[in-house]
């Protein structure tokens, strides 16, 4: 992930802001890719990033309005 690939990915949710719930869906995701593509290192933030991720084991209901 190189930061022009962020930026374009952040003017996408731009174009599409009107669109509260597609906005906040890529938002999510961009935000996803970018913690497992710091994941992928081998020091404290790949860690903190791989525990991070580990929240998405925990079972509960995600909500979204």
């Not at 906040?24 to 935000?31: G, S, V």
């Not at 992928?40 to 791989?50: M, S, T």
Request: aromatic share 8%; with cysteine; net charge neutral.
């Amino acid at each position: 992930m190189t930061k022009k690939e962020v930026i374009a990915k952040i003017q996408e949710i731009k174009n599409i802001s009107g669109d509260d719930e597609v906005a906040h869906a890529k938002e999510d995701i961009l935000y996803k890719t970018f913690i497992e593509f710091v994941s992928k290192r081998n020091d404290k933030l790949g860690e903190i990033a791989r525990i991070l991720l580990s929240t998405k084991d925990i079972d509960f209901s995600r909500w979204c309005a």
